[in-house]
């Protein structure tokens, strides 16, 4: 995909977001992903302009194929953590894997999960 056309859709979907209400934004981010991978993009394209791995691109269409466009507006399919919860989970991230206990800096998945479990009470 052309750089140009990849930050104009980049922009496009930013100002998108703003104005979707959070309950929202993620069935019109899978819609969106439908959308794009029927244009022909790949998985990797399309998670990088909607800001999710490409196995993630992959379990939405693949709800769209065997659900139809429904299946991708369902609200079955919910966001564990709330934007609030997202943005505090973002700023505990920055502080540092340190801060929290751990004995080096970095991130792990394992660390990332008990932090989620931690701080939300999330099993």
Known sequence: MPKDHEENE???LESER???SPDDEL???RLRAWQLQQKGLTYREIA???GV???TVSKWIKLGREGGIEALRSSDYKQVL???QLMILAKDLDQGALAFGFPDD???AERFNWLVKHRFNIE
Do not use: Q
Request: charged residues 25%; without cysteine.
């Open 82 to 84: 709330t934007v609030a």
């Open 27 to 29: 069935g019109n981010r």
């Open 48 to 50: 990088k302009l909607l």
């Open 18 to 20: 703003s104005i979707i």
């Open 53 to 55: 791995s490409a196995s």
């Open 106 to 108: 970095e991130w792990t």
């Open 10 to 12: 980049s922009k496009r």
